[in-house]
């Protein structure tokens, strides 16, 4: 893989981690990570080992995920390409990775090791404030998600992670926006059972709201699905991301 293609005028759209750099600081910082590739599911940051690589995903598509003491995997945030994990690997003390990330397509990393990462943050300092701003905004999907959990019905909380993923997963196709996800993932990301979650499913398929394939949800009015719910219980984001659809 050349390492010519890992430079500023390639990077992801919307890449947060290189915002207010220099072009040359840009082509720096990616010189100094190695590319490496990862097959679907395959895990890249395993949760409690030591958190000693940072990670930008440069091609594909991750996710973070939680196994609970019993052995219970939880899906969390999906990464699309532009994102980082690893962050602890930024910290001087020894710490260890929250959680862990896997592979869900053939996807390409750009891969800095502890030190190396470290260096670049005190030598370009926006860095570290764009790391920042990334992990603000990971604490805030949680405490969305929390929020959702405690307060929210299961019929909204469906609704929840389909407009929610929309933005980031999902492909604009002929008749809507396309997402990559199976019944027992939305179970999983919603809290419910794959049960209430085919009977809901259902009920907005009858209802014109989405169409349910062999592995992909098409999400063909959101405005509709948006009315099957209690509008006022989605999260601002959310919201907003329909309005824009009608």
Known sequence: MALLEFRAGNAPPNTEL????QRREIDVVLSAAKPRQYSPKSVMTHQRERADHFF?????RARFFF?????????LVWITPGNIFGEMALLRSPSDYLVSTEAVEDSTVLVWDGPTIRDLARRFAPLLGNVFLICVEYLSWYVGTHCALVSQTARDRLAYILL???PSIGQKVPGG???????????????????TT???ITEWEKAGAICKRRRKVLLRSPEKLFRRVSPSRLPQR?????????
């Open 18 to 21: 290189i915002k207010g750099l």
């Open 56 to 60: 930008l995903l440069w091609k594909g």
């Open 67 to 75: 196994e609970t003491h019993n052995g219970r995997k939880i899906n």
């Open 164 to 166: 929610g993923y929309a």
């Open 177 to 195: 926006i396309e997402l990559d996800l199976t019944n027992e993932e939305l179970a999983n990301a919603a809290n419910i059972t794959p049960y």
């Open 198 to 200: 085919s009977r809901i």
């Open 238 to 246: 959310e919201a907003e991301m329909v309005s824009r659809q009608q």
